[in-house]
Antibody
């Protein structure tokens, strides 16, 4: 099975930074690409960023590119999201999610954490 | 980016009935579409991927169909635990995108 546990959320002022972490257990973390997906209060899902299993490739949506950085430490089974220059519209629950393996399952998110809430407000 | 439009926004049904949810893409995504279920206060759960493949542990009453730009999630004989919000997601083009969701509620 496996488990993903996010942390690092909270209330942060506009323009400030926060670093989210997601600790994985129960599966071989280094074998899987990982993603961040966010959900603004009462709204739908928005994919944010992905990082390859070895950390060598990453991609993110335009609205966060240059402000958010996805990274991972496979030795610690941990995924990160460094969020800089935060804006009120970044307020959301941030979920880490594992991608499926293999051609048919890649880029689908087969395992999700419970999320951590980031509120950007003065 | 590919825009996914889900309809209806809300589906009011009774347990035992059939739910039919629609997802339309702004351009063809082939068969590269998934469905997720999200219950209140919980993380999403993968239900269907590649249009018609059920994720592990998903009961057979869930089925997916479609191709190109029009996709359907069907839930036969609705069980109480099926009432939730359902999202479609495409992986044909970056960025990955989700539809706006369909809420299946108890009538």
């Amino acid at each position: 099975q496996g488990e993903l546990v996010e942390s690092g959320g909270g209330v942060v002022q506009p323009g400030r930074s926060v670093r989210l972490a997601c600790v994985a257990s129960g599966f071989t973390f280094r074998d899987y690409a990982m993603n961040w997906v966010r959900q603004a209060p009462g709204k739908g899902l928005e994919w944010v960023a992905v990082i390859s299993s070895d950390g060598g490739n990453e991609y993110s949506i335009d609205s966060v590119r240059g402000r958010f950085t996805i990274s991972r430490d496979n030795s610690k089974n941990t995924l990160f999201l460094q969020m800089n220059s935060l804006r009120p519209e970044d307020t959301a629950i941030y979920y880490c999610a594992r991608e499926g393996r293999g051609a048919s399952a890649a880029n689908y998110l087969d395992y999700w954490g419970r999320g951590t809430l980031v509120t950007v407000s003065s | 980016e590919i825009v996914l439009t889900q309809s209806p926004a809300t589906l009011s049904l009774s347990p035992g009935e059939r739910a039919t949810l629609s997802c339309r893409a702004s351009q063809s995504v082939g068969s590269t579409l998934a469905w997720y279920q999200q219950k209140r206060g919980q993380a999403p759960r993968l239900v269907i991927y590649d249009t018609l493949t059920r994720a592990p542990g998903i009961p057979a009453r869930f089925s997916g169909s479609g191709s190109g730009t029009h996709f359907t999630l069907t839930i036969n004989n609705l069980e109480p635990e099926d009432f939730a919000v359902y999202y479609c997601q495409q992986r044909s083009n970056w960025p990955l995108t989700f539809g706006g969701g369909t809420k299946v509620e108890v009538k």
